[in-house]
Each structure stands twice: as C-alpha cells, then as structure tokens.
C-alpha cells in the first residue's frame, strides 16, 4: 500500500471500531440499516470514491477504491455493500448519462446524502440477464414503464435506481437504461426478503405500474441498456472481490486469535498440526485472492480492463470467503455456530458473495469464452 492507501485504511479502521462494531450484533438481528452511519462515511468521502471531484466524489482510483472497501467489509459487508453498488450507479452515470443528469444526481451520490441502487434482475431473468421483460413503451416525451425487478440491493433506502427494461425486440439489443426516482408516480415497493446474510442491507422487490420516464433520464443510447449494464458489472466483480478479502481476512483473523487462546489437552489448539495447515491454507487463499483483485483493479485504472482477470479476481475471491468463514467456524467449533463469536455471521454474509454481481458459474463461463477467443484469432491467422 502506499502512503494515501494507508491513511485510508487506517481512517475507515477507526471509524468501523467505533461506529459500526458497536452495533453490528443488535442491527444484524433487527435487520436494521443506520442511514446515519452511512452519512457519516460520504462526509469521510467513502461514498463516492472513484467519483471525480468536480462531483463532489475523491476522484480516487479502483484499486484505492479495494482497500477502502476491504477494511470497511471486515466490520460490515452490508455496508460495503451498499457503498460498492451505490458507487458502481455513479460511474454509470459518469460514463453514459447527459451531463444535466450527471449534474443533478451524481454530487448528492458522491456526498452520501443519497444512496443508488442497480435494478437489472427478474423473477425469470437472473444470469439470464437479457431476456428481462420489463418493458418501456415510448410515448410523447418519454416511456412508461410498466414490469418488476427482484432482489435489488438498497430497494427502499436508494433514491436513484438505474433500471434496465425492454424498448425493442427480444435479447440485449432490445435493453435500454433509464434512471428512476423514488417517489415517482407508480413506482413503489414490494416485500422485503428475509435473507441468511446481509442482514443489515435491505433487498427488496421494486414494481412501475406505468411509469412516466421522460427522454431526458434515458442513461445512455435507447437499446443499449445491456451494454451500460455490463460495463457496470465488469467494475462491480473487482469490488465485489474485495469485499470478499476483506471478510476472509476477518475471518482468518478470528480464527488464528481463538486458535492461540482456547486450550485443549494442556495446550493451545494452535499447536496442533492440523490446525495449523488450516490456517495456513486459509492464509494462502486470502493473500492470492488479494493480489488477483488488485492486479484486475490496477488493469482498471491502467484504462486496460481485463474482463477475464475480473471474472477471476470475483470468482476466487468469493469462493475463498465462503471456504475460509467455514474453516473459521470449524476452527472455533461450538461456539463458532452460536453468536457468541462473530464467524456465524461471516459465514452467512460470504454465501451471497458467490451469487451477486454474476453467480461464481456465470465468472466461469465468461472466463472460457474469454480463453476462446484468445485461441480464435491465432488459428485464423495459421
């Protein structure tokens, strides 16, 4: 890390310590999301890292970005969470929107005053992504939308929602992005779900019974809505990656603190050797998964994203945060399943890790066509 790096992790330290840990047994179990704290960390700039500054964000670069997000996630992955997707809604309106939406929505992002929220997923339209059937039909002035979107992260606490709905034929050329408002006629709110993790970070159903969506809050090109949606994922796997280190390390931690307290046998179960190679499995794990989300974060600012290292750093990353929280309860035994200790609760937050922002099979699958078409054009040139 360097110097910066350091003062920010060493910043969002203190400010977990004392603001989020106090409260994250008692939230977690009342699923409660403290908007206060969530203030408090866009008055530190955390909200709209990688903003520029002439929005009122720190203009900071990804990889300072996974630093920031790592330590915050080892107090609460709802709350990195919520400041990874909310960020990933900045940049896509940085780089799609008018600039009068950008001048009028992006500032109160950047600040914390206001939360954004992603809404591509359907109840039959999860890593099928493109065959949504949210529909817009263009009007006079605008589009009314009509449709649903599930397990949206921040439903009902968000006030600005990047929707992805249908204005032409089947499939990702007939996609177009829109921005919505809370509060917008027709746009209201279904259940919220009751969830194993995240806790803290509500998830809710979002419904438009005609909708009006003017011209002017079309993000993008009408019937490239696909295109932003992706681009957007493809910055959402590296964060989304170091959300998951920083709950590894959390983990690891945990676990090698209790290995080197609890006695067993007249003596530290630390010293017993198969402790041991867990950790130091576990250690590996998270040391590579570390390095793969920064190397996919330095590609970013380098201006030469690499979607497959991406795909990797998330997929990698997020497998290791499950098998690591896991080990961490195996290593804490009884007492690891019970609230005692917070490793039940690592555990539960990691399994989600595995799904959003593309399941760990989807990562796969975008890896392979990735390697094939690293093969395609050498055999045409032989």
């Known amino acids: 890390m360097n110097e910066l790096q350091q003062e920010l992790v060493q910043q969002l330290q203190k400010f977990r310590l004392k603001e989020i840990d106090p409260f994250m047994e008692m939230d977690d179990e009342a699923e409660e999301f403290r908007m206060e704290i969530f203030h408090k960390l ?51 309106l940085k780089e799609f929107a008018s600039e009068t939406l950008q001048k ?58 990047i929707v992805m709905a249908r204005t032409g034929e089947e499939g990702a050329k007939g996609i177009t992005a829109f921005l ?9 709110y279904g259940k919220k779900e009751k969830k194993m993790g995240w806790r803290i970070s509500p998830t809710r159903e979002l419904l438009f019974q ?101 795909c990797m750093a998330k997929l990698k990353a997020t497998d290791t945060a499950m098998k690591v929280s896991t080990d961490a309860v195996q290593i804490l035994g009884g007492v690891g399943y019970t609230r005692e200790y917070p490793v039940e609760r690592y555990m539960r937050d990691a399994k989600v890790l595995q799904i959003v922002e593309g399941t760990n099979q989807i990562q796969k699958v975008v890896i392979a066509r990735q390697l094939k078409n690293q093969i395609q054009p050498k055999n045409a040139r032989a």
């Open 180 to 188: 919505v408002r809370s509060g917008t006629p027709g746009f209201s």
């Open 42 to 92: 866009g008055a530190l700039g955390f909200a709209g890292m990688t903003t520029d500054e002439a929005f009122d964000g720190m203009g900071l670069s990804y990889e300072d970005f996974s630093y920031a997000l790592m330590e915050l996630s080892k107090s609460s992955v709802s709350y990195a969470v919520t400041i990874s997707v909310s960020s990933m809604v900045q940049a896509i």
């Open 104 to 161: 009028n929505y992006l500032p109160a992002l950047a600040r914390g005053e206001e939360i954004g929220a992603f809404c591509l997923s359907e109840s039959g339209a999860g890593s099928d992504a493109a065959s949504l059937i949210t529909r817009a039909q263009a009007v006079e002035g605008g589009y009314i939308l009509n449709g649903s979107k599930m397990w949206i992260t921040s439903g009902g606490i968000a006030s600005t929602y």
């Open 210 to 310: 005609n909708v009006f969506v003017p011209n002017s809050h079309v993000v993008g090109l009408v019937g490239e809505g696909f295109k932003v949606a992706m681009a957007a994922l493809d910055k959402g796997r590296i964060t989304i990656g170091a959300i998951a280190v920083g709950l590894a390390e959390v983990s690891l931690d945990c676990a090698l603190n209790y290995s080197l307290s609890r006695q067993q046998f007249k003596q530290a179960i630390f010293d017993f050797q198969g402790i041991q190679f867990m950790l130091a499995d576990m250690a590996l794990e998270v040391e590579a998964s570390k390095l793969l989300v920064l190397k996919a974060a330095e590609n970013y600012d380098r201006q030469v994203p690499n979607q497959k290292l991406a």
